[in-house]
């Protein structure tokens, strides 16, 4: 995930005015923080990990600052969150998690009511969800799980994403829900734009984790329900012969063949991006972004012939971005620039947003208890 404090306001309350700094992440609002509570963040990163540990703290300034002053506090805090959110013990660490999740509701005004989400499958089933509004992404995924009679033991091979629908009433994947946000918070403002959703899709790129699910019949319908809908999309590349068995084994109804086929088909449990455009080989060149199995390729759709294709392995590099240029000061209602000619300002993608594997799930995981004892879920509640 990329993070990044563009800009800074002024607010007030009953003791008088005061500054936040505005923390977007992937490009997207995400809090409005002011420096004391970056501080208190500082405090509790100290205490639990060591000042050796952390970057620089912009320090606290007695008399109030001034418009040059403030730039250099934003720029510093901007270097400082995104130095510590490099660092994976801290940067998943529930310090730093719950003030991101913190950050969030106390911005848009949520309290802890009782809700009812939608997450929906890759064939366009609904399943209906009680959580609160306040609850955390991994929270409404063990209820979404449990509601489909998912095993504690599979949920974390699967993932809630924030899919997006476009105008021509296809839909286009956005990115990962992450820990440190509630689901239902994240919809709500991206909603005021375009209309999303939230739908259940695979967790990993490595396509051998399939066979630890291919023996359990929920888990597989998951698989199977996910790829028929890739393949339906142009997101699976099967070749005539290959396209024409799996459409054979799909009127057949026989899924663990038909999944065991479409893992030889190129591109099979790759993620697809909304198509975009770059400056290679030539300004405005079209390119498909798409992104498995540890690669990252892009397709350059060039004016002659076939489409280019360009891959990058994802073990070789130590950060990757794509960057998106916005014209100056233009923002959409959840604090985006909107497209245009300008200077690159908000990178939308990061590598350390998609990678993680069910095997190396952290331990704080609420999938981590067998049903039905599962303490931390929802329903537990309900």
């Not at 130095?83 to 998943?92: F, L, P, V």
């Amino acid at each position: 995930m990329h993070f990044s404090i563009p800009d800074n306001c002024e607010q007030s309350d009953n003791d008088g005015p005061f500054t936040v700094f505005n923390l977007h992440i992937n490009g997207i609002l995400h809090g409005s923080v002011r420096y004391s509570q970056f501080r208190d963040l500082h405090v509790q990163l100290q205490k639990a990990f060591g000042s050796n540990r952390l970057p620089a703290f912009p320090p606290k300034k007695l008399l109030s600052l001034n418009s040059k002053e403030l730039e250099e506090r934003r720029l510093l805090l901007e270097r400082y969150v995104q130095t510590i959110s490099q660092d994976a013990e801290i940067g998943n660490g529930t310090i730093f998690v719950e003030f991101l999740l913190v950050a969030q509701q106390i911005t848009h005004g949520v309290q802890p009511e009782p809700t009812t989400i939608e997450v929906c499958l890759m064939n366009g089933h609904r399943v209906e969800v009680k959580v609160l509004t306040t609850d955390r992404t991994d929270t409404v995924l063990c209820a979404a799980a449990h509601e489909i009679n998912l095993l504690n033991d599979f949920i974390p091979y699967f993932a809630l994403y924030l899919v997006k629908r476009e105008s021509d009433g296809d839909m286009s994947i956005v990115r990962r829900m992450q820990e440190f946000e509630s689901p239902y918070v994240s919809l709500k403002i991206v909603e005021k734009v375009a209309p999303h959703r939230l739908v259940l899709r695979k967790s990993y790129w490595d396509p051998s984790f399939d066979e630890d699910l291919l023996s359990d019949r929920i888990a597989l319908n998951l698989l199977y329900v996910q790829a028929v809908s890739d393949l339906d999309r142009g997101w699976i590349a099967a070749d005539g012969d290959v396209a024409q068995r799996l459409r054979s084994l799909q009127s057949q109804g026989s899924k663990r063949e038909f999944i065991e086929l479409a893992r030889t088909a190129k591109f099979y449990g790759f993620v697809h991006l909304k198509k975009c455009t770059c400056d290679y080989p030539r300004e405005a060149t079209p390119v498909a972004i798409i992104a498995g199995n540890r690669e990252l390729i892009f397709r350059l759709e060039l004016p002659a012939g076939e489409p280019r294709e360009v891959t990058f392995r994802v073990t070789r590099m130590r950060c990757w971005r794509i960057t998106t240029s916005y014209g100056a000061n233009k923002r959409d209602a959840t604090g985006n620039h909107e497209n245009g000619a300008g200077t690159p300002r908000e990178p939308c993608w990061n590598s350390r947003s998609s990678t993680s594997l069910p095997r190396t799930r952290s331990s704080g995981s609420v999938c981590s208890v067998r049903r039905p004892s599962c303490s931390a879920c929802v329903y537990s509640r309900w």
